[in-house]
């Protein structure tokens, strides 16, 4: 499985951004997927997830009623809309997927290569 985002930018606070995330490959083994972001010297941190089957999601508490994460499984792409950007918002957003290998019966995450927010006052 390949992952590829896009849709990062410079926007304003309190305006909106949507990210994508193509995936390519194998999406049939794909248990769940999630964006995670890294602002400059902070540690990566998980901001949304949302899981195959039911499409259960989780978000961050610093996110929770501005964010939303959608899966389309026809597209095999997955979607960050991001309204009432902050200026702690700013970081490098991945996109993630956790794989299960069912020949060696453990799961693998992959990643994307990253794209940047950045939220100005």
């Known amino acids: 499985v390949q992952l590829v985002e896009s849709g990062g930018g410079l926007v304003q606070a309190g305006d909106s951004l949507r990210l994508s995330c193509a995936a390519s490959?194998?999406?049939?083994?794909?248990?769940?997927m999630g964006w995670y972001r890294q602002a400059p010297e902070k540690q990566r941190e998980t901001v949304a997830v949302?899981?195959?089957?039911?499409?259960?999601?989780d978000y961050a508490d610093s996110v929770k009623g501005r964010f939303t994460i959608s899966r389309d499984n026809v597209k095999n792409t997955m979607y960050l809309q991001m309204n009432s950007l902050k200026p702690e918002d700013t970081a490098v957003y991945y996109c993630?997927?956790?794989?299960?290998?069912?020949?060696?019966?453990?799961?693998?995450?992959?990643w994307g290569q990253g794209t940047l927010v950045t939220v100005s006052l």
């Open positions: 993630n997927a956790l794989i299960f290998l069912a020949a060696a019966d453990r799961y693998l995450e992959v």
């Open positions: 490959g194998n999406t049939a083994t794909i248990n769940a």
């Open positions: 949302i899981r195959s089957g039911g499409g259960s999601t």
